[in-house]
């Protein structure tokens, strides 16, 4: 097996999240840097990750880094790369490209030039001069920033957060890999009731089922690396099988799911019958007004309409207020939400006990997470509830 740096990117603000998934899953000398988590791993890791990390967008091969200022030293050094290591005589490999703040800012030039260089290297290693590309996918990118070019595969293929359960969505979908860091910074366990009363298709409340089942969110879905001849498929049926042992099938636990869309529930729970977690998670179509909870130390985490449009803020604003007294009656709760809306706080009527600054999609978004009260520790024969 070979040994190659890696590359998980992440949507700015979860870089810590993913680092923190990738020493998880066992690998050391992990590097954070904007939008990317940078580690060492071999084919077996390929495979691993793309199965298991719930927040990273992508995970790239790293073929190489270096000062560019011209394109003649693009060329040069992009073609001393070991592609040939890599890429089979037949490979499909499309060259995309971004540059920023660098000298060499015509992203078509610095693809083409890339592409040229490649195919060079590949002339020296097949001892051939024309290849017909119609054979497995290799993405590959050159990214400029600062002239420094890094040139990447892309192992994943379609986006991480394409678990393969959600079908269908609602109008503003929340990604699958913000959800699951959603639920991550909660700190939510399995021991605890989970609650979403805005749930729309369900999203937040199946990344969290899939958490507390520790069910890899990639078990259901193909990535583009099975394709690649010198990852066998012996690799990728082990770190299924692995992943499928490790679901908790002992475990017992409920998520509460609620939203006054009957609509938008049907789909929910399409797409959690269809991620497997269907009988962990009651969904229950009810206005926000009637929630309350007899459970204790409880974890509200929620993704409430935003009001973007004209005429809808008012209706967002109104909501938050609400939302605020709903959590008052829940005294020994944690709450955790999702917006864009700066006066939120007031809204809510509480101070955020930490707040992030995070991104869904274009959105820059707040995530406001309020602490309740720790629950006390559980002992033989003693559980929260009767506390």
């Not at 490979?91 to 540059?99: D, E, H, I, L």
């Not at 054979?135 to 991480?160: M, N, Y």
């Not at 007031?346 to 820059?364: C, E, H, P, V």
């Amino acid at each position: 097996m070979g040994v190659y740096d890696l590359i998980a990117t992440a949507t700015f603000g979860l870089e810590s999240i993913v680092a923190r998934e990738v020493r998880r899953l066992g690998y050391e000398n992990v590097t954070t840097e904007n939008a990317r988590v940078i580690f060492q791993g071999d084919e077996e890791a390929i495979c691993r990750c793309n199965l298991w990390l719930r927040s990273a967008d992508r995970v790239f091969i790293r073929m190489g880094e270096f000062p560019a200022h011209s394109f003649e030293e693009l060329f040069e050094r992009t073609k001393a790369l070991p592609w040939g290591d890599i890429l089979p005589e037949n490979a499909n490999f499309p060259v995309q490209g971004k540059s920023v703040r660098s000298k060499l800012f015509s992203v078509p030039d610095c693809q083409a030039i890339v592409k040229k260089a490649i195919v060079e290297k590949m002339k020296l290693k097949y001892k051939r001069d024309w290849f017909e590309e119609d054979g497995p996918r290799f993405a590959i990118e050159v990214g400029l920033l600062k002239d420094i070019a890094t040139l990447t595969i892309d192992t994943s293929g379609a986006g991480l957060h394409k678990r393969g359960y959600r079908r269908t969505a609602g109008d503003a979908p929340l990604k699958e890999t913000l959800a699951a860091a959603m639920v991550d910074l909660s700190f939510w366990n399995p021991d605890r009731v989970l609650l979403d009363p805005m749930c729309g298709s369900g999203t937040i409340a199946i990344e969290a089922a899939l958490i507390g089942r520790n069910m890899a969110p990639g078990l259901m879905r193909r990535f583009a690396s099975q394709e690649w001849p010198f990852m066998p498929s012996s690799l990728w049926n082990k770190a299924r099988e692995e992943a499928r042992e490790a679901i908790d099938k002992s475990r017992e636990f409920r998520i509460l799911a609620s939203d006054l869309d009957g609509r938008v529930l049907r789909t929910a729970r399409y797409n959690a019958e269809l991620a497997g977690v269907e009988d962990f998670i009651a969904f229950q179509t009810l206005p926000l007004q009637e929630i309350s909870s007899k459970k204790k130390y409880g974890c509200m985490i929620t993704n409430p309409p935003y009001g973007e449009r004209l005429g809808e803020q008012r209706e967002a604003e109104s909501l938050y207020r609400e939302m605020g007294e709903v959590c008052k009656k829940l005294d020994t709760w944690s709450f955790y939400v999702l917006t864009p809306h700066k006066s939120f706080e007031s809204l809510f009527g509480r101070k955020a006990d930490r707040k992030r600054k995070l991104y869904n999609g274009r959105i820059q978004v707040d995530y406001y997470q309020f602490y309740g009260p720790r629950p006390p520790r559980r002992t033989a024969g003693n559980t929260e509830e009767e506390s």
